[in-house]
């Protein structure tokens, strides 16, 4: 399922009030949802009944308290078979600022019933600027590989998959599953590094990230997580870059991204993605021409099966593989 990189036009510029709205994109939808706004409040009917009764579901899970804000996920348990389950983390977008655990529809379709998933939620940058966002993810890691046996989970086969701010923060945990710099909190004798990621449109190098007037702005959400512009920040948007920790010890990566982004320039993913081969790390990337961020053409069964494969290659053991 190896796919050759497309030859793009590698853009580092992309229009302002495009940047604004689009990176509040979740999973498929280019509009942002009203619920949206307000983290932790579910939609009525947001998972399909007939998805949702393949799960035993667990709702509003506290897995950290940073700095006394508590931090929660749901957790969505095949109910056929005795597990345990290979898990998929679902890692929400919305700029850093926006979006919530709500809706992982798209990774409980991916599952089948025979993952789990997990959908996180993580402080916001009008809570906490960055490293609290990856900080809150690996702990996140951390808590439900210690309570593995407690809900059927595998502890050693945890994928996660993020779209957006989502995809920049599951990228960053494939990339420092080595280090300890962002284990912080409880359970820290227990390892976050993830088994695979599905990188959706991500940011990868906030150092050059753009330019022009919009990010010169300091309400950018890139400003709102650095705590300041990034071409001011130099090294702040470094630490905060998945690229800046590329090795060949990554977890394998498999990196989707539209042509036609206006919101995070596909080079971005290019960039990204020639650094990991460059390390030797596993890393895969799948252009979709002419896609924007987000969209349909996200959710194809192109698209879809190429995830589905990808996390049975690498969460799967052979046996169980379809």
């Known amino acids: 399922m190896h796919n050759a990189p497309t030859t793009i036009h590698r853009r580092t510029h992309f229009a302002p009030a495009a940047l604004f709205f689009g990176l509040f994109v979740g999973f498929l939808p280019l509009t942002v949802p009203s619920w949206a706004a307000e983290p932790g409040k579910r939609p009525a009917g947001a998972i399909p009944p007939a998805v949702a009764e393949k799960f035993q579901i667990e709702r509003d899970v506290v897995y950290a ?164 512009q990034p071409q001011e920040n130099l090294e702040k948007a470094k630490r905060a870059s998945p690229i800046a920790y590329v090795a060949s010890t990554a977890a394998p990566m498999l990196i989707v991204h539209g042509t036609a982004d206006p919101v995070v320039p596909v080079a971005q993913s290019q960039w990204f993605y020639d650094a990991l081969k460059a390390a030797k790390a596993d890393a895969q990337l799948h252009l979709i021409p002419n896609a924007k961020h987000g969209g349909p053409e996200f959710g194809t069964p192109e698209v879809t099966g190429k995830i589905r494969a990808f996390f049975d290659l690498h969460l799967r053991p052979k046996s169980a593989k379809h």
């Open 65 to 228: 308290e940073p700095a006394g804000h508590p931090q929660k996920l749901d957790l969505f348990v095949p109910k056929s078979g005795a597990g345990p389950f290979p898990l998929i983390v679902w890692i929400h977008g919305g700029g850093w600022q926006n979006g919530s655990k709500a809706n992982p529809g798209g990774a409980l379709r991916l599952s089948g019933g025979d993952y789990a998933v997990a959908s996180i939620d993580y402080r916001l940058t009008h809570v906490a600027i960055f490293p609290a966002q990856i900080e809150d993810c690996k702990a996140a890691i951390r808590w439900l590989r210690t309570h593995a046996a407690q809900y059927r989970l595998d502890p050693e086969r945890i994928g996660v998959w993020g779209s957006s701010a989502g995809g920049h923060l599951v990228a960053l945990l494939g990339v420092t599953g080595e280090t300890k710099e962002f284990d912080v909190g409880a359970h820290l004798d227990v390892y976050s590094r993830v088994q695979a990621v599905c990188d959706y449109y991500g940011p990868a190098d906030l150092t050059r990230f753009g330019g022009g007037e919009y990010m010169s702005r300091p309400d950018s959400p890139e400003a709102k997580l650095l705590g300041g």
